[in-house]
Every structure is written in C-alpha cells, then in structure tokens.
Nanobody, 123 residues
C-alpha cells in the first residue's frame, strides 16, 4: 500500500525558511512525478511544485518560483521542498503527492496524497 508522510512544517517568521520532507513507501517511485500542493483555510488546494523522474525537470507555481526549491532523493523515495523568503500568504497545509503518469499541476493528475503538514508564517 502506498503511503506518503510529510514532515518539517511549523511556525516561522516572515522572511525565514523551512524545509519540508515527504517519505514515500509501498513501491518504488523513481519513474513517478512527486509534487507539493497547499491549501489555506477557506481556499482550494493549489499547486506549488513538482519534480519529474526526468533529471532536472521541475515546475513551480508563479507565486513561489524564485523562493521555493523542490528536490528528490529516489534512493530514499523522498521529496523535499526548501522554502525561503517565506511570506504570510504562504501559510497553509502543505501536501505531497505522487503522479504515476502525468507531470501535472492539477490535483486531478495525482494518485496518492499525504496527510499534510501545517506551515504558518507570521509577520
């Protein structure tokens, strides 16, 4: 059974940094896309970043393009999200997800989801 477990969320001041991790288990994921989404209170879940199995192939939402960095360690079945220059509007529950076929930015493209980790950015 596929499981995704996020960690690394917390409370940080504006301008600070956090690094999220997501450990996947249940099968190998080296050929899958692994991504991050977030959902703020009262808002829809939105795309943040995705890393394809293709070396160097990554996509970012415009709102995080120059501040966040996604990376993955296929040997550990783990995906990371380095978040720098955090803003209060980054406050949300962050979810990791796996897409076995697409390299997409929509929630419908993804097959498996983690439970989420809370990120709160104070001003």
């Amino acid at each position: 059974q596929v499981q995704l477990v996020e960690s690394g969320g917390g409370l940080v001041q504006a301008g600070g940094s956090l690094r999220l991790s997501c450990a996947a288990s249940g099968r190998t994921f080296s050929r899958d896309s692994m991504g991050w989404f977030r959902q703020a209170p009262g808002k829809e879940r939105e795309f943040v970043a995705v890393a394809s199995w293709t070396p160097g192939s990554k996509r970012y939402a415009d709102s995080v393009k120059d501040r966040f960095t996604i990376s993955r360690d296929n040997a550990k079945n783990t995906v990371y999200l380095q978040m720098n220059s955090l803003k209060p509007e980054d406050t949300a529950v962050y979810y990791c997800a796996v897409d076995a076929f697409h390299f997409g930015t929509r929630t419908d493209d993804y097959d498996y989801w983690g439970q989420g980790t809370q990120v709160t950015v104070s001003s």
